[in-house]
């Protein structure tokens, strides 16, 4: 089945830097991979998606990137603030298939310091 | 909160007993599913649906059990609690080729 691989698992950046977290899938069908933000103690909520169609996509400061070959996509996000501090969590599912299974990576703690 | 509701919020139970968790949406949305999220494993699927009485296993389903008679209820059982069950669950609910929304969170506490 597919498996979600992400990396780093914590990243320490000053404001103004920019973040990049990195994720890796295993099934090659997948193709829609969302990412989520989740603050302290409230629920993850979707910041950015992208299908297998597009190679990028930007909104505002964040910006992911997918890969088919290597089977891995990014999240960019520039000039951080100290309100981008969260975790965040990459995902993929293979949009097409009946069951719309949705595997979530391990998560990345950013933390930025002002 | 993209009518999804998640109940209870909080529960503290014994080891061996039974639990039930349930997910309730107002949206009408082919897929649900319950997650787990524990320090350092992010968040891990247990079980989830995508239809009524269509259901399937996710990545550590070993000790729960789901059921969904209903389009707007996905219910999580745990049929004898454990302590390694202490967790925050989350459940989910997604249409197709639409974003997943998760609902609050249950602390569920195994003493």
């Known amino acids: 089945g597919e498996n979600v691989e992400q990396h780093p698992s914590t990243l320490s950046v000053q404001e103004g830097d920019s973040a990049v977290i990195k994720c890796t899938y295993s099934d090659s069908a997948s193709n829609y991979f969302p990412w989520y933000k989740q603050e302290l103690g409230k629920r993850p909520q979707l910041i950015i998606d992208?299908?297998?169609?597009?190679g990028e996509k930007k909104d505002q400061r964040i910006a992911v990137t997918l890969n088919k070959t290597a089977k891995h996509f990014s999240l960019h996000i520039t000039e951080t603030q100290p309100e981008d501090s969260a975790v965040y969590f990459c995902?993929?599912?293979?949009?097409?298939?009946?069951?719309?299974?949705?595997?979530f990576g391990q998560g990345t703690t950013l933390q930025v310091k002002p | 909160d993209a009518g999804i509701t998640q109940s209870p919020r909080h529960k503290v139970t014994e080891t061996g007993t039974p639990v039930t968790l349930r997910c309730h949406q107002t949206?009408?949305?082919?897929?649900m599913y319950w997650y787990r999220q524990d320090p350092g494993h992010g968040l891990r699927l247990i079980h989830y649906?995508?239809?009524?009485?269509?259901?399937d296993k996710g990545e550590v389903s070993d000790g729960y059990s789901v059921s969904r008679s209903k389009t707007e209820d996905f219910l999580l059982t745990l049929e004898s609690a454990t302590s390694s069950q202490t967790s925050v669950y989350f459940c989910a609910i997604r249409g197709v080729g639409t974003e997943a929304f998760f609902g609050q969170g249950t602390r569920l506490t195994v003493v």
């Open positions: 995902a993929a599912s293979k949009g097409g298939s009946n069951t719309g299974k949705l595997i």
């Open positions: 649906s995508y239809g009524v009485k269509d259901t």
């Open positions: 949206e009408n949305h082919r897929y």
């Open positions: 992208i299908r297998s169609n597009v």
